[in-house]
């Protein structure tokens, strides 16, 4: 969490009832950095580095986790944006302990 001091400006045709706020008024407020509606995502709890440094993520296909390198784009503090790697509908391993290997036998809970 971080707190910083955002100076904003009202539109014309609010400034009026922006004036009744009063002096050190206060406001939580979320700021939208960056925004695309049909972009593939992936829980950052389901990401891990590989050997080489690039990001990884195990995906499960018939019981086993593949492990597949991923290309990130966008990254916050719940989900990152999947570039290339992965496909929509694939299940990932969320969380995979360091035991797990490419190969290595999962089960859904």
């Known amino acids: 969490e971080q707190r910083v001091n955002v100076i904003i400006a009202f539109d014309p045709g609010s400034a009026q009832r ?16 960056w925004r695309k509606a049909d972009a593939l995502r992936v829980p950052i709890g389901a ?9 990884r993520v195990f995906v499960a296909e018939a019981d086993r986790a593949s492990e597949r390198a991923v290309a990130l784009g966008h990254i916050n503090d719940e989900f990152a ?16 302990g360091n035991a797990l290997r490419d190969g290595g036998r999962i089960q859904s809970r």
């Open 81 to 96: 944006e999947v570039l290339s790697g992965l496909r929509a509908g694939e299940t990932v391993v969320l969380n995979p």
């Open 18 to 33: 922006a004036a009744r706020l009063g002096h050190g008024y206060q406001i939580d407020a979320t700021i939208v950095l």
């Open 47 to 55: 990401l891990f580095r590989g050997r080489d440094g690039g990001w």
